[in-house]
């Protein structure tokens, strides 16, 4: 077993995870329109993305199992349920889901971003 190879991926998957973090406690001490609820998925999607390029630099396919990108505790208090839709060694799809309708309309959001970092909105 290579200890550095893991020593490396545990230190960039911390300093990810804490720059994530930093960034979202910021971000929270500011009030927030509804709107900003969805950048916050936005900024959850693109950071799990490049823990996908991670994981695929490391062992050469995209994972198919958020736990194996990042530790849920960090999201205990999200407004979005994450999951990782696709995986295989080329491509994957994230979502993010609604737990809350915050902004009273009826229906939950759904958020997908792909490979490329496209991220888009689908409609129910």
């Given amino acids: 077993m290579n200890t550095n190879r893991i020593s490396g991926k545990l230190s960039m998957t911390l300093f990810l995870t804490s720059i994530c973090l930093i960034v979202l406690n910021v971000q ?48 205990s208090l999200a407004r979005y349920q994450y999951r990782v839709v696709y995986a295989d060694s080329h491509n994957f799809v994230l979502e993010a889901r609604e737990i809350f309708d915050f902004d009273q309309d009826g229906q939950l959001r759904i958020w997908q971003m792909d490979t490329s970092k496209n991220c888009k909105e689908i409609k129910l």
């Fill in 28 to 75: 929270c001490t500011h009030p927030k329109p509804i709107d900003s609820k969805s950048s916050e998925c936005k900024r959850w999607l693109w950071f799990m993305a490049n823990l996908q390029a991670y994981h695929k630099t490391e062992y050469g396919y995209f994972s198919q199992e958020i736990d194996s990108l990042m530790s849920l505790d960090s999201m």
